[in-house]
C-alpha cells in the first residue's frame, strides 16, 4: 500500500527564520506527483507546491522549496523568512497511477512573532 | 468562477439517520474525491472517482456510498450515521497529477 507519512506532528519557527517539514512517502511505482498543502484555521485546503517525480529539479514557489529525494522517498517543504500568515497545518500527498491522492497526517506549524 | 461546492457546510444527525452530501465541480475535472478529516488523521479517502461512471474504495469506506452523478456531480451517502462518522468531509475534483481542487468542507457530527 501506498502510504506519506509526516514524522512532525507540530513545530514552531520565529518569524523570518527558515523552517523545514518532513515528508516520507512509500511506493512501488516510477511516475507520481508529490503536493503540499496549507490549510490554515479558514480550513481551507490551499496547494503551496508541486513536483513531478521524473523532474530531477526541486520545484519552488516565491519563499517555498522543496528538497525532493527520489531515491529515499522523500520530499520535505522548506519554508524561508517565516511569516505570521504560514501559521497553518500543512499537508504532504502523492498520487500515483491508481488516482489515489494519499495524504499525510499533517504537521501544525506556528510562526512566533 | 465557483470551483467545487459542497452543500450543506454543517449538519447535524442523530444516530441511525441518513443524508447525502452533495458535491458539483464546474471545472470539466474527470476525477472527484470524498475524504474525511479527524484530529491527528489528517486526510483520508472515502471513496473515489477517477472518471464519470467508475467509482473505488479508499481507505475509509465502510459506512458510506458514493454516486457519481454525472461529470460533474459526486454525493456520499450515510445510510445509518453513527458517532464515529463526526468529521469534517472534503469533496475534491482534479485532472490525473494535477493538484486537488477542494470545495469548503461540511462540519457533520452525529450524536
Known amino acids: 500500500a501506498q502510504t506519506v507519512t509526516q514524522s512532525q506532528p507540530e513545530m514552531s519557527v520565529q518569524e523570518a527564520e527558515t523552517v523545514t517539514l518532513s515528508c516520507t512517502y512509500d511506493?512501488?511505482?516510477?511516475?507520481?506527483?508529490l503536493f503540499w498543502y496549507k490549510q490554515p484555521p479558514s480550513r481551507q485546503m490551499i496547494l503551496v507546491i508541486r513536483?513531478?517525480?521524473?523532474?530531477?529539479q526541486n520545484a519552488t514557489e516565491n519563499r517555498f522549496s522543496v528538497n525532493f529525494q527520489k531515491a529515499a522517498k522523500s520530499f520535505s517543504l522548506k519554508i524561508s523568512d517565516s511569516q505570521l500568515g504560514d501559521t497553518a497545518m500543512y499537508f504532504c500527498?502523492?498520487?500515483?497511477?491508481?488516482?489515489?491522492?494519499?495524504f499525510g497526517t499533517g504537521t501544525r506549524l506556528k510562526v512566533l512573532a | 468562477n465557483a470551483g467545487v461546492t459542497q452543500t450543506p457546510k454543517f449538519q447535524v444527525l442523530k444516530t441511525g439517520q441518513s443524508m447525502t452530501l452533495q458535491c458539483a465541480q464546474d471545472?470539466?475535472?474527470?476525477?472527484m474525491y470524498w475524504y474525511r478529516q479527524d484530529p491527528g488523521m489528517g486526510l483520508r479517502l472515502i471513496y473515489y472517482?477517477?472518471?464519470?461512471?467508475?467509482?473505488d474504495k479508499g481507505e475509509v469506506p465502510n459506512g458510506y456510498n458514493v454516486s457519481r452523478l454525472n461529470k460533474r456531480e459526486f454525493s456520499l451517502r450515510l445510510e445509518s450515521a453513527a458517532p464515529s462518522q463526526t468529521s469534517v468531509y472534503f469533496c475534491?475534483?482534479?485532472?490525473?497529477?494535477?493538484?486537488?481542487?477542494f470545495g469548503n468542507g461540511t462540519r457533520l457530527t452525529v450524536t
Open positions: 471545472m470539466n475535472h474527470n476525477s
Open positions: 511506493t512501488s511505482e516510477s511516475n507520481y506527483y
Open positions: 472517482s477517477a472518471s464519470e461512471g467508475t467509482t
Open positions: 475534491a475534483s482534479s485532472e490525473f497529477g494535477s493538484p486537488l481542487h
Open positions: 500527498a502523492f498520487v500515483s497511477g491508481t488516482y489515489k491522492y494519499i
Open positions: 513536483q513531478e517525480a521524473y523532474k530531477q
